[in-house]
């Protein structure tokens, strides 16, 4: 049997992990995070340069610290979520291995967990967090006659900046915000086209001067469960100020065919 003594082990230190690390302690148990990158950080230093939120900074906060920093309205930038992370980690009496990539975990007879490390280290857990994400390995579909192409095929994990794509042709398969964020930024640069699976469906980020997350905060309409709200967004929808869709317009953005991948 399990005993109160053993921790809750938590596999990845990004807002997830550290979120469920702050919750763990809130219900008194005790929690062990391990992160295999350097920092508490999650993914987030390795996103593409100029990733922001579309979030304001008021409503982009875990639990129990507010995302200080200058204008609550504001949309943070990629480098402001990971020092936040930063001082959100050292905020939260829990305890955090870094450079520890977990390789194995097995049920124990009787209950709870064993944890094994890449390291060849052995935790036994009460329970298990599986807070990893998947940026780590990143999915890129099998598609016919890949393997004969010539040009680049990187997935989103592997961008960074729009500068080695001038004066290419660039093909974006995808229709979310990341989508079009990455597509906006090359369309500068490179002839760019947007490959979805169905018409992109557009949500408006801001509504008589507020953010969307205001109205949804104040409607209570961020509390709706999950099957309401996918009756009512049935779609992967893109948070929009304008931009995006008249760059379409314009055609800055081309949306060129519909795809299944």
Known sequence: MTTSKEPVVIVGAGQSGLAAAHAALSAGLRPVVLEAGTAPVGSWPDYYDSLTLFSPARYSSLPG???????????????EVVAYLRRYAGSID???RTGTRVATVLPRPGGG???YTDS??????????????????PYLPVLPGKDAYAGEVRHVAHYRRPEPYAGKRVLV?????SALQVAYELAPHAKVTLATRAPIQFLPQRIRGRDL??????????LLPRAVLTRLVRHAAVLDTGIYRDAITAGLLRVGWYVRV
């Open 94 to 96: 829990a305890k955090i």
């Open 113 to 115: 967990y064993l944890v």
């Open 173 to 177: 398969v995808g229709a979310g915000n």
């Open 120 to 137: 060849g280290d052995e935790i036994a857990a009460a329970g298990i967090v599986a807070a990893s994400g998947s940026f780590g390995n």
């Open 65 to 79: 610290m507010t995302f200080d920093g200058g204008d609550p309205d504001r949309y943070p930038i990629r480098d």
């Open 213 to 222: 997350h205001h109205w949804l905060r104040v409607t209570g309409a961020d």
